[in-house]
């Protein structure tokens, strides 16, 4: 995804093309960086050789699932509903996990059916509920129990997960309690240590304070666990200012842990494989005159991309096609959404722009779709994705009469 002279291509195809046929706004990715951020992730951790298992909540589309299933990935879930997409992927069960604080009796129940490969409990009485169901089949449940380690991963606090005020995993003194009465059931296998400490990590330090906990409490419980899953987390860099997290000095520190307890490692990133692969397209409908600023009023609003208004997260906005001019006033890019948080970036020194022009969104390939929604009763985007130099639609724009 990059300029050709004035215009704006992803891949082969220019994004004034896209819009064209496909119309605005639109969600946009590419097969070919989807392929090349797996093979990276592989070759940086290819001494520890890990399951990579694909955060479904990133981005739960069929098409793009499949395509990541075809390259040798597993699934993260956190509900029946990713799972059952997970599985009709062709993803295999035995390489999903399921997680998440709150699942009901009857996913349980249908993760158990499946065999897939974990269920991450995140409570006792979500043990105990396993252990319920374990016995009513006569069956023995691989399980994981997943840890809160009290680490601060130093993003945004609304996707810190890993802080004792968190509502994920549980404490140290619970989880050895917890370890100790799995160990004497007859219907549940402990087979896994998982931890998950927040999104869009960018530095190292908060992984290395992760995994001295681990240490510290594997130490404790003195239990041989099969798999340890550190969760995901990888940030991506969304400013284009270059940061980025040193994925071989973090493989390097969990070379330290495997080899003391053996363990297999599992991942679950989902941001760090798809969040660069998409973009989502826009047209300028007004542009409209304010006090000390412009107002660029695009057709793409935050039921199309919430995480500007949700997490007060930023994403940059290009021009479709370059020009030389300058505006001479700030523009605040917005959408058209009745709420004052529909908002997407503030901007100096941005190209001047026309009404009908259109504009990039970067970066949206995570958690923008999957968030999206149909508030204001607007329809949901379409999705196209760049496959061996063809456009393949694989999600339909929704229609009004549908909503209607």
Do not use: W
């Not at 006569?138 to 509502?167: C, M, V, Y």
């Not at 600023?293 to 995480?307: P, Q």
């Amino acid at each position: 995804m990059k300029y050709r002279s004035r215009d704006y291509l992803i891949e082969n195809y220019k994004a004034t093309f896209l819009a064209k046929k496909y119309a605005t706004p639109l969600y946009c990715y590419s097969l070919k960086k989807i392929k090349k951020n797996i093979e990276e992730f592989k070759i940086n951790f290819k001494t520890i050789n890990p399951l990579i298992c694909f955060a479904v909540k990133s981005n739960p589309n069929t098409t793009l699932l499949s395509e990541i299933g075809k390259l040798g990935l597993g699934a993260d879930v956190v509900s029946i509903g990713e799972l059952m997409k997970a599985l009709n992927s062709g993803i295999k069960p035995d390489k999903i996990v399921f997680s998440g604080v709150g699942k009901t009796l009857n996913e349980i129940n249908y993760a158990i059916n499946k065999k897939i490969l974990l269920i991450n409990a995140e409570s006792k009485s979500e043990i105990l509920t396993i252990e319920k169901l374990a016995k009513l089949k006569r069956k023995r449940i691989d399980i994981g129990i997943r840890l809160n380690p009290n680490t601060d991963a130093k993003t945004l606090s609304q996707i810190s997960t890993g802080k004792r005020e968190n509502k994920f995993g549980i404490s140290e003194k619970i989880f050895c309690d917890l370890v100790e009465y799995v160990k004497k059931s007859k219907n549940l296998n402990l087979k896994c240590l998982s931890v998950h400490i927040g999104s869009q990590i960018l530095e190292n330090k908060p992984y290395e304070k992760m995994l001295k906990v681990l240490i510290k409490v594997i130490k404790k419980t003195n239990y041989q666990f099969e798999y340890i899953d550190l969760g995901g987390g990888m940030g991506i860099n969304y400013d284009n200012n270059n940061k980025k997290l040193n994925f071989k000095k973090y493989s390097l520190n969990i070379q330290k842990l495997t080899k003391k307890f053996n363990s297999k490692i599992i991942f679950e990133p989902g941001r760090s494989i798809i969040g660069n692969c998409g973009v989502l397209i826009s047209r300028v409908v007004y542009i409209k005159e304010g006090h000390k600023k412009s107002f660029v009023i695009l057709d793409a609003g935050m039921n199309d991309l919430i995480r500007p208004a949700l997490y007060n997260a930023k994403h940059r906005i290009i021009p479709v096609r370059k020009n030389s001019k300058k505006s001479k006033k700030i523009y605040e890019f917005v959408g058209p959404i009745c709420e004052s948080t529909d908002k997407f970036s503030t901007l100096k020194n941005f190209q001047k722009l026309n009404e009908k022009d259109l504009v990039i969104i970067c970066d949206v390939g995570a958690y923008g779709m999957s968030l999206s929604s149909n508030y204001n009763l607007r329809p949901k985007a379409a999705e196209i994705l760049i496959k061996n130099s063809k456009v393949q639609v694989i999600s339909k724009r929704q229609k009004l009469k549908d909503l209607i």
